[in-house]
């Protein structure tokens, strides 16, 4: 027997079968506890990010560098151009009240993380229907890889912060457009949503270089929808914003010392010498990003694969299948919700930009994770269209996606139980524990330099960045690639810099196993310059014994 059935996604009446009452069901009992679910998912995010919380920095040194050039700009006026400025802007705020204090710095990730999950409610809030919603917000409440970031100094947290309050600008934007308005009423009952979202979208281009591309995303969206007007005034309005904040810095701070298009085109990101891509090498690039990102990176935030961020790993096949399923589902969402359509047209510009734009050599999952919630709610939307054929569809649907949350909840939960024990270490005072014996010593050393060391005593170090942590805010001169291995090359570059101390690390090559492979750049420089000048070089101070850190005084 057919009867009357409300869409929640559109708001019209539609007609419907039996077959389609379980989910109307679960769309009535979440209209009716709406609220109290979402709070309780936001409860339980708090939870989890805090269960997750992890108060050391990570050996990469990233998540370091965005602190060191937070500090930079506050108390030298350097603006952090490289790699965004917006970020280590809002933590040279918490620097100046806090110092180098690396827990507050991660709480603000987890204030972000919770600003995350509640703008991306409020954007998708009665726009979609609340099966989808829920299962979006359970998504990044719980989901481990994107909690990992909500305790890290990386851009990531505060981007996904930024992008869903883009996001909720925008709808109201879209929910604005009327049929034949003038130009002058366009920008008349909207110029406030128009200056709001030319300042976010200015934010988040400033805080990840690469999201400069997502207006791109917001203007091939008002084209598709015909709504040229709305095109123009989104271009319009993050270009005047763009370039008022490039005249301000570059007035006040001098211009860019940063070229990110430059670096973008290198073959290798930290060895310019190699050269640049041509045009065919940034097609290359794309497709291997493409393949990387999709198949792997992909499948593994979502937890529906286990495998290690291996080459290896990489299945074009299922890039390929997967990229269809995308277009299909966009396909089926520009004629049923234009809220997720939006969402698809914007990670699609987003995931083009990164794959084009990022050395396929990097394989960083971090990079896709803003993507990650948007391309979840694409597949699980488009999932659900399809199931509301039949009822064993949408039962089978239900299944799926209750399997789905508790092998997320599960994973997280042991993910937890692994780390508090760290955690309570680390709070306790003891700062380096949860590291692996190479990197404590280096770590330690580093603290000896800044301790022990003649004030302003230039150290040559792999890691400067985190040797500028742990050394409480004492500048490091950083050795990223073997320069040179000629010992008269090696001591003009380091005279140059007024090197007088080199820290040789052991850092392993293999992090989970100490198999004698250790990173070797400094190594493969000073040993040639040892053997040449023996006299040259003096042993001050060794920490640790298997994995020892060394420290040596050069003379010239």
């Known amino acids: ?75 030298e006026r350097k603006f952090p151009y490289y790699q965004g ?45 609340f099966t989808v919603l829920f299962a979006l917000i359970s998504f990044i409440s719980f989901n481990h890889f994107i909690q990992y970031y909500a305790s890290q100094t990386f851009t990531e947290t505060f981007v996904l912060f930024l992008q869903s309050i883009a996001l909720y600008i925008t709808f109201k934007i879209i929910d604005s457009v009327k049929e034949k308005e003038t130009w002058v009423q366009v920008l008349k009952e909207n110029y406030m949503k128009w200056i709001g979202f030319g300042l976010i979208f200015l934010f988040l281009s400033i805080s990840k270089s690469i999201a400069i591309v997502c207006i791109v995303g917001v203007v091939l969206y008002f ?14 309005a993050f270009g005047v914003m763009r370039i008022l904040y490039s005249l301000i810095v570059t007035n006040v701070y001098g211009p860019s010392d940063s070229d990110q298009f430059e670096m973008i085109l290198r073959k290798e990101l930290y060895n310019p010498g190699v050269g640049h891509e041509d045009f065919s090498g940034l097609v290359k690039r794309f497709f291997s990003n493409l393949n990387i990102y999709i198949s792997l990176h992909m499948f593994r935030l979502m937890n529906l694969r286990n495998a290690s961020t291996e080459v290896k790993n990489v299945i074009p096949a299922l890039s390929f299948i997967s990229s269809l399923v995308i277009i299909i589902f966009t396909i089926i969402s520009y004629k049923k919700n234009r809220y997720v359509f939006f969402s698809a047209i914007y990670f699609i510009i987003l995931c083009f930009g990164v794959f084009v734009g990022i050395q396929a050599a990097n394989m960083q999952d971090r990079l896709i994770i803003v993507a990650i919630p948007l391309i979840f709610l694409l597949l699980y939307f488009g999932a659900y269209q399809v199931s509301m054929r039949s009822s064993l569809a949408q039962g089978l649907f239900i299944i799926a996606s209750l399997f789905m949350l508790v092998i997320t909840i599960g994973r997280s939960t042991m993910i937890a139980n692994e780390n508090i024990p760290a955690l309570k270490r680390n709070l306790s005072g003891d700062i380096y524990y949860g590291y692996t ?17 003649p004030e302003g005593a230039q150290v040559l170090s792999r890691k400067p960045n985190m040797s500028f942590l742990y050394g409480n805010g004492k500048k490091f001169v950083g050795q990223f690639w073997v320069t040179t291995t000629n010992p008269d090359s090696v001591q003009m570059e380091w005279k140059a810099k007024n090197i007088r101390y080199v820290m040789i690390p052991n850092i392993r090559q293999n992090p989970k196993k100490n198999n004698g492979k250790v990173i070797n ?6 040993v040639p310059f040892y053997k040449k000048y023996p006299q040259k070089v003096k042993l001050v101070k060794t920490i640790g014994k298997a994995e020892k850190c060394e420290l040596f005084e050069i003379t010239y």
């Open 1 to 75: 027997m057919a009867k009357k059935i409300s869409n929640q996604s559109t708001g019209k009446q539609e007609t419907g079968s039996i077959t389609e009452t379980l989910f109307i069901k679960l769309e009535r009992w979440f209209g009716r506890h709406d609220k109290k679910v979402f709070y309780s998912l936001l409860f339980f995010s708090t939870v989890f990010s805090l269960l997750l919380f992890d108060s050391k920095v990570t050996e990469g040194g990233d998540d370091s560098g965005y602190i060191e050039r937070a500090w930079n700009l506050l108390y």
């Open 437 to 453: 014996p190479d990197w404590q010593n280096f770590l330690k050393m580093s603290k000896y330099c800044a301790d022990s060391l």
């Open 85 to 129: 400025p917006g970020y280590p802007i809002i933590l040279a705020l918490i620097v100046k009240f806090t110092g180098l204090k690396v827990i507050p710095l991660k709480l603000f990730s987890v204030v972000c993380q919770l600003g995350f999950v509640f703008f991306t409610y409020k954007a998708f809030h009665k726009r979609i229907p």
């Open 521 to 526: 750049t400094i190594h493969r420089m000073i």
């Open 223 to 236: 084209l598709l929808k015909k709504n040229f007007k709305y095109a123009a005034y989104a271009f319009l």
